[in-house]
């Protein structure tokens, strides 16, 4: 059967990244529509665009007309249909704990630093772009403890153990996002050592967000 993937997409959106690597993985040709995030006030937020995705996010993957938003969603339909390799491991516990580093990045961390967070807190509460960031990086640091704390319980060369999982495309991205807000891996030696890891595999690289073809020429291959 034919497989049609359209990726909704913003080359620096963790979550986006999330689904990017999953696609690269399982050698999933798929094209990419940029959706900017704040050009003309942010293109999420266009009627068309919220009828795909009515929390007015990305990434939205459309896979032979089916519409699916939420990159853990996205990725777990993926890899019960394109199975190689596969993402989650098979004994309940281990998927679990898997899945309980995932939910610690996906509700733990990155909504804080989400972009319509960081607007209400500057457009509607009047709050100083040096006071934000200041809120950010503590909330962005005090979730990275905790990762680190759950990932040396459960790393071996990767997030979980010796096998790439789900776990490192949770990963990867929330460093990447952690960086650019100032939150770099210095005191996080295990969330290092996993990144470091996933990033000699070909699939993170070409998902990076410096990659894209919505991506800035002045950050253009910057990996
Ligand atoms: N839990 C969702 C979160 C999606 C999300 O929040 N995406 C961000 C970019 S990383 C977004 O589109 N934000 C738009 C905005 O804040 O206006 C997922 O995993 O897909």
Same mark, same amino acid.
């Given at each position: 059967m034919n497989q049609e993937f359209l990726l909704y997409t913003y080359f620096r959106s963790s979550t986006s990244y999330r689904v990017r690597i999953a696609l690269h993985l399982k050698g999933l040709k798929f094209t990419s529509k940029p959706v900017h995030l704040l050009e003309g006030g942010g293109q999420q937020h266009t009627p068309e665009y919220r009828s795909l995705n009515p929390a007015?996010? &990305?990434? !939205?993957l &459309? @896979?032979?007309?089916?519409i699916l938003? %939420?990159? #853990? /969603?996205?990725?777990e339909y993926l890899d019960e249909l394109f199975p190689e390799p596969k993402l989650f491991?098979?004994?309940?516990?281990?998927? /679990?704990? &898997?899945? %309980?580093i995932c939910e610690h990045i996906n509700c733990g961390i990155h909504p804080i630093a989400n972009l319509k967070v960081q607007q209400y807190l500057t457009t509607q509460l009047s709050v100083s772009e040096e006071v934000k960031n200041q809120w950010l990086k503590h909330w962005i640091q005090e979730g990275m403890i905790t990762l680190e704390n759950l990932l040396t319980k459960t790393a071996g060369e990767f997030a979980f153990g010796d096998t790439l999982t *789900? /776990?490192?495309? #949770? *990963?990867?991205?929330?460093v990447f996002s952690s960086k650019r807000f100032g939150v770099t891996l210095e005191n996080f030696k !295990?969330?290092?050592k996993v990144y470091e890891r996933a990033m000699k595999l070909d699939a993170f690289n070409k /998902? @990076?967000?410096h990659v894209q073809q919505d991506t800035p020429p002045e950050l253009f291959g910057k990996v």
């Open positions: 007015g996010e &990305v990434p !939205t &459309v @896979h032979n007309g089916n938003s %939420q990159s #853990f /969603a996205i990725i491991p098979a004994a309940p516990y281990d998927k /679990a704990r &898997v899945r %309980q *789900v /776990a490192d495309l #949770f *990963v990867v991205p929330q !295990t969330i290092q /998902a @990076h967000p």
